[in-house]
């Protein structure tokens, strides 16, 4: 009778960690998959914790922002081999989170792109300031040299007044 209510106490925590794993609940499916681990150990109990821990960390990857942490985790579950109630249970989770995780590194690579744009059209800038003061300097030096000979131009003519 004992091992009957065994069997019902893992069969309901496996049935719970699996709802915890499709509610995107990773750290309570950890939980009830450990407690089902604790009543009767299987491959079956570790693979579910596995999963719901590389799930847990990948969604945890994902809202810290390491999105490439995320793909790996998620793209590790999607690989990995399941029985079909574990398959059903996370794969489309894992399938979203890997593509939010795309999208996230997609943004990243516009915004980073913007920045190098930005910064390039800043440098851009900077050189024409540059060769615009050298051009101001020249006009400088032709301005300068225009007044000396309008100078010159003008002591010759007060000297042929007087």
Same mark, same amino acid.
């Given at each position: 009778?004992? =091992?009957?209510?065994?069997?019902?106490?893992?069969?309901?925590? %496996?049935?719970?960690?699996?709802?915890?794993?499709?509610?995107?609940?990773?750290?309570? =499916?950890? !939980?009830?998959?450990?407690?089902?681990?604790?009543?009767?150990?299987?491959?079956?109990?570790?693979?579910?914790?596995?999963?719901?821990?590389?799930?847990?960390?990948?969604?945890? =990857?994902?809202?810290?922002?390491?999105?490439?942490?995320? !793909?790996?985790?998620?793209?590790? %579950?999607? #690989? !990995?081999?399941?029985?079909?109630?574990?398959?059903? =249970?996370?794969?489309? #989770?894992?399938?979203?989170?890997?593509?939010?995780?795309?999208?996230?590194e997609?943004?990243?690579?516009?915004?980073?792109?913007?920045?190098?744009? %930005?910064?390039?059209?800043?440098?851009?800038?900077?050189?024409?300031?540059v060769d615009? %003061?050298?051009?101001?300097?020249?006009?400088?030096?032709?301005?300068?040299?225009?007044?000396?000979?309008?100078?010159?131009?003008?002591?010759?003519?007060?000297?042929?007044? #007087?």
């Amino acid at each position: 009778m004992l =091992a009957g209510c065994s069997t019902s106490n893992y069969d309901a925590h %496996v049935e719970a960690g699996m709802k915890a794993l499709k509610d995107e609940k990773y750290s309570d =499916a950890i !939980m009830w998959f450990e407690k089902a681990d604790q009543e009767k150990s299987t491959y079956e109990t570790k693979t579910f914790m596995k999963v719901a821990k590389r799930m847990e960390h990948g969604a945890t =990857a994902l809202k810290d922002g390491e999105y490439k942490q995320a !793909m790996e985790d998620s793209n590790q %579950v999607i #690989n !990995m081999k399941k029985d079909p109630t574990l398959e059903k =249970a996370v794969k489309s #989770n894992a399938e979203d989170m890997l593509q939010k995780a795309k999208d996230i590194e997609k943004k990243e690579i516009t915004r980073e792109e913007k920045r190098k744009k %930005v910064e390039e059209q800043g440098i851009d800038k900077a050189i024409k300031a540059v060769d615009s %003061v050298g051009e101001i300097r020249e006009k400088q030096k032709e301005i300068g040299e225009s007044l000396d000979k309008a100078e010159k131009v003008k002591e010759k003519i007060e000297a042929k007044k #007087n």
